[in-house]
């Protein structure tokens, strides 16, 4: 049993859906889970021995939501080094626009620099051929849930 953190960037609340569907599933795998839908790096901190799941979307121009950008921005200038986080991340994106999924690219290549644990590979949904994103993630988040145990 895990305990994960729910690291939330969403501009239109597509992100936060597929949060609020993966929280059951973890949990009855029997992790204990808290979403963060403005996440700071305090709350990223709680998470520095345990489970972190990023879930967000792109916008702008391959850029981090607002919601989001400030914690990614907090990592990268306060932290260094995190070798004892494990995290997975979910990417939201639209592979109409010229850079697919950046938001959660930039966040996974700022953790692997930092040597944080992925588990699992990035999961990349795209809008146009998924306008339900949960029927993706949620059998990913079901089997990501086994890997961190
Ligand atoms: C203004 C705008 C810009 C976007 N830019 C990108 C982008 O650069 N790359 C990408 O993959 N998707 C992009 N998207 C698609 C969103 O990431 C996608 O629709 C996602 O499901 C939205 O999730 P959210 O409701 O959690 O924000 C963009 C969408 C909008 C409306």
């Not at 700071?40 to 799941?53: F, K, P, Q, T």
């Not at 939501?65 to 995290?87: C, E, M, V, W």
């Not at 109409?96 to 620099?113: I, N, R, T």
Request: aromatic residues 8%; proline residues 5%; negative net charge.
């Amino acid at each position: 049993m895990a305990q994960v953190g729910i690291f939330v960037g969403t501009v239109y609340g597509n992100a936060l859906l597929v949060a609020e569907e993966a929280e059951p599933l973890l949990v009855e795998q029997g992790h204990q889970v808290t979403i963060f839908e403005d996440p700071s790096l305090e709350d990223w901190l709680r998470y520095s021995n345990d489970v972190a799941l990023v879930i967000t979307s792109t916008t702008g121009q391959g850029d981090l939501p607002d919601s989001i950008a400030p914690l990614f921005h907090a990592i990268k200038d306060n932290l260094g080094y995190q070798p004892t986080l494990r995290y997975g991340v979910i990417a939201l994106g639209d592979s109409s626009y010229d850079v697919f999924c950046g938001g959660g690219k930039q966040f996974d290549a700022l953790l692997q620099e930092q040597s944080a644990q992925r588990i699992g590979d990035v999961l990349l949904v795209d809008a146009t051929e998924n306008p339900e994103p949960e029927e993706m993630t949620s059998p990913w988040v079901e089997q990501w849930a086994k890997q961190i145990s």
